[in-house]
């Protein structure tokens, strides 16, 4: 009988090796490709049209440009008040276009205060760039804050912020390096960038899968690795302990909620905080609107108007 030939293990293993390592490769790439679909898609919503503009409220208003961090410009409306008021920084969030924070900016103007509204990263059309989820944006924030002290007609010593969600995200971050910020009424804030964009993948994707979150968060990073910027550093909430907050959470938004209260309760003194029906959103309208704007334009008055 013929003697059978002995195949080493170790030829075994290469075999394997070669039809395995390929197999987890395509799949790896495909994965990475999964992820980075969901996090193109997240980081560049839809652009969306202005409505109407501050001629709609009857409102005085300049066309002004905010420098944001990568040397463009951001377009804004300055809406000036009264000469020597305090100023207030209207930061709609995302998704969100400058004509959202019109009725308010007109609820803001009769008690005399001056207005800046621009729209974040990813909500204009021109120029159209992506969002950053809060990454970049608190840079423009800080920017939308040295040109507010800038104009002759604001109070630089005293000013405000009104933001949603990034806008919310951005002023806190803003806070913490201006002492001059007194007021801010912050609607659905989140503490991290991982955070809200943990919540847009389950929001417009329907996933909760944790290993999809975090795959899309490695994307993320790996996006904006040489930015300049430190991604997910922690809010240093212990500066803010002296200035007057007002959250905002609605049921509309029950997820972004719960981040809001949980930075609420980590601020001693604790602050002011309000649930509504409706938390703001695009084309936020009816007695919603009106009752929002009541509070938030309350809000301004109490703490600003000294």
């Keep these: 009988m013929r003697r059978q030939l002995q195949v080493p293990a170790r030829i075994h293993i290469e075999k394997l090796f070669r039809l ?9 790439l495909g994965f990475a490709a999964i992820f980075s679909f969901l996090t193109y898609k997240i980081s560049h919503p839809e652009p969306l049209q202005e409505p109407i503009d501050p001629s709609y409220y009857v409102l005085p208003s300049l066309d002004v440009a905010i420098s944001a961090s990568d040397g463009s410009e951001i377009p804004a409306w300055w809406i000036p008040g009264l ?20 009725s308010l900016a007109a609820e803001l103007h009769e008690n005399g205060f001056n207005i800046l509204v621009y729209a974040q990263r990813g909500s204009n059309i021109i120029p159209k760039r992506s969002s950053t989820l809060g990454l970049y944006e608190t840079e423009d924030m800080l920017n939308a804050v040295r040109f507010m002290q800038s104009r002759p007609e604001s109070n630089p010593s005293r000013l405000g912020i009104w933001g949603v969600d990034i806008g919310a995200f951005a ?71 002296d200035r007057a907050i007002l959250f905002i959470k609605g049921e509309n938004r029950k997820a972004l909620g719960f981040k809001t209260a949980a930075i609420y309760n980590r601020i001693r003194p604790q602050k002011e905080m309000i649930s509504l029906r409706k938390s703001r959103i695009h084309m936020m309208d009816g007695e919603d609107l009106k009752n929002y704007d009541r509070q938030v334009a309350s809000f301004f008055e109490l703490n600003l108007q000294r």
């Design 20 to 28: 395995v390592l390929p197999a987890i490769a395509i799949l790896l």
């Design 171 to 241: 002023a806190l971050k803003a806070a913490a390096n201006f002492a001059e910020i007194r007021a801010m009424a912050l609607d659905n804030a989140y503490g991290s960038v991982s955070e809200f964009l943990d919540d847009n993948i389950s929001e417009d994707f329907g996933l909760e899968n944790r290993f999809v979150h975090y795959g899309c968060y490695q994307i993320f990073r790996l996006t904006h690795l040489f930015s300049g910027f430190p991604i997910d550093e922690p809010l240093s909430l212990q500066v803010l302990r």
């Design 83 to 102: 000469k020597g008021a305090s100023g207030i920084i209207l930061a709609p969030g995302y998704g969100m276009s400058r004509s959202d924070a019109l």
